[in-house]
């Protein structure tokens, strides 16, 4: 990843990531090298690339290593950790954010969209919100003759 020095001045980049301990968690990389997305855990005869090990921490360690106790905005894209990361933070009541953004990897958790409810549900600090979905625009009426 090629660094912006303006972007360095207000953000800290680590070669790790969020998970609900300290070790290392298994992606596996897709198989077109020019695609982005990882899956989480160890997915062979799937038609996906090879797998890497990932350093990961639970969020309360990076809030003690930075020394922070809030954060602003906590974004996750973390190809299908972010319900187990988001059941730990609510089991530990600990949400030192004021806004939460996650793209949801629902297409690997069975079943994600109830899972998902459930995780959203953050002790009383907001209701679910439905996610915003791309849809077609409908077919128009036809034309009176």
Known sequence: ???NPMVRKH???VKEGLATEKGTLVFTKPANPNHVSMRMGEHKGEGL???IEVLVSP???FMER???DHIDILKMDIEGAEYDVLEDLVAQDYLPFTQLLVEWHWRFQVPGERKRRRVLRVRGRGRPRRPRRHRAAPN??????
């Open 1 to 3: 990843m090629k660094e």
């Open 11 to 13: 953000f800290v980049f």
């Open 49 to 51: 690339g090879e797998t």
């Open 59 to 61: 969020l309360r360690d």
């Open 66 to 68: 930075f020394g922070h």
């Open 140 to 145: 128009p009426p036809p034309t009176p003759r």
